[in-house]
């Protein structure tokens, strides 16, 4: 027997899923519990310090200062260009 | 000696890597293997002797992405996440420390993320670095960023660093 469920997910998330439901023809009932069942499955095989985390989300100030540098990234420090020019 | 970085191998042997630190080498011998080919959550890239195949070093990434941002922040920006190329673990054998392989390894990782901007996109590097590796990051001129969600769970607990691509990208510039 099916039960409902409601959860809070982002925007970014939940238009991924639309896309993604909209192009495959998968129901969207059908997509959430596998990947339920995918997620616990492997959480169930590894440690959890083991898992590297997919979405990040930062405080504001973080924030603002990564989408700061996409426009004025910071210039590289000397180091940097010598690692990438000499590799030393 | 010709040390060549390459993608983990199952054919490698990891049980006798040791890089001095427990975490690190319980992670490389006993999950490495399986987060690459049996999860598929990561890849593991080694820095081996070209002769004997020792294992001398490794890195672990993964993609990422940065998600909710404020609105505010969003306006110029797509509604999707921005990807990010997430270094999780490097180690150094013990045998090796202070020769240049960390920063070779580093090297490697830069190039993996100016390939994957140019071919599936990604906005920078994020290290989850720990306590004692900070200033090594800090001289390549990463920052550190509060995450609030998707912090590394790797004990212990470390720091995320972050360096954009674009500031990556005019350092390998050729002048």
Do not use: W
């Not at chain 1, 590894?46 to 990234?73: C, G, T, Y």
């Not at chain 2, 940065?66 to 673990?89: G, H, N, Q, S």
């Not at chain 2, 490697?108 to 599936?120: D, G, Q, R, W």
């Amino acid at each position: 027997m099916a039960t409902q469920i409601s959860a809070e997910i982002s925007e970014s998330t939940r238009e991924l899923l639309e896309n993604f439901t909209r192009n495959s023809g998968m129901k969207k009932g059908f997509l959430i519990e596998q990947a339920v069942l995918d997620y616990i499955r492997a959480l169930e095989q590894l440690p959890s310090d083991i898992l590297i985390p997919v979405k990040i989300v930062l405080s504001k100030d973080s924030a603002a200062r990564v989408v700061r540098h996409l426009k004025r990234p910071p210039r590289p420090t000397s180091r940097l260009r010598r690692l990438m020019s000499n590799g030393h | 000696m010709a040390i060549n970085i390459r993608l983990l191998s199952d054919r490698d042997d990891r049980s006798r890597f040791s890089s001095g630190n427990v975490e690190l080498d319980r992670f490389f011998r006993q999950y490495a293997g399986q987060n690459q080919f049996r999860h598929h959550i990561g890849s593991t890239y080694v820095a081996a002797n070209d002769d004997s195949g020792e294992i001398l070093g490794f890195i672990t990434v993964a993609p990422a992405h940065i998600d909710e941002l404020p609105k505010d922040l969003r306006r110029k920006l797509p509604l999707y996440p921005l990807p990010v190329l997430r270094l999780a673990r490097l180690a150094v054998s013990e045998t090796r420390q202070g020769q240049g392989l960390g920063k070779a390894l580093l090297r490697f990782v830069f190039e993996l993320a100016l390939k994957l901007s140019s071919e599936y996109g990604c906005i920078g590097v994020l290290v989850d670095a720990k306590k004692d590796a900070e200033p090594f990051y800090h001289q390549y001129g990463f920052y550190r960023l509060e995450v609030t969600q998707g912090r590394s769970g790797a004990r212990p607990f470390g720091t995320s660093l972050f360096l954009p691509i674009d500031t990556i990208r005019q350092a390998a510039k050729k002048k």
